[in-house]
């Protein structure tokens, strides 16, 4: 499963960005998808996750102002940032949980990151 990340980039504190991530998942089954984000000397942490039954669930930094969507025809995940604080500052990582057709094990694919920068 290969995913490009693309829509980050510089915005001040009370915009919003939408991240979208582009996969091929070609000889897999793509199960949950999400977004983490790894800051400035912080580890990767969760931010969103999707269920392939499109049930959600989302970091409490980020409940109400993030929203996480797919498309299965599109092969798309995004995520719509509103109301952005300067700790949201990270690169963001696309995140897809696939099983190889023929094959019962679950593996985790990541993306390349794209950078979100929130100004006070």
């Known amino acids: 499963v290969q995913l490009q990340a693309s829509g980050g980039g510089l915005v001040q504190a009370g915009g919003s960005l939408r991240l979208s991530c582009a996969y091929s998942?070609?000889?897999?089954?793509?199960?949950?998808m999400g977004w983490y984000r790894q800051g400035p000397g912080k580890q990767r942490e969760l931010v969103a996750t999707?269920?392939?039954?499109?049930?959600?669930n989302y970091a409490e930094s980020v409940e109400g102002r993030f929203f996480i969507s797919r498309d299965n025809v599109k092969n798309t995940v995004n995520l719509q940032m509103n109301s952005l604080k300067p700790e949201d500052t990270a690169v963001y990582y696309c995140?897809?949980?696939?099983?190889?057709?023929?094959?019962?094990?679950?593996?985790?694919?990541w993306g390349q990151g794209t950078q979100v920068t929130v100004s006070s």
């Open positions: 999707i269920t392939s039954s499109w049930t959600t």
């Open positions: 998942r070609t000889g897999f089954t793509i199960g949950d």
């Open positions: 995140n897809a949980r696939a099983t190889r057709w023929g094959r019962s094990d679950q593996k985790d694919f």
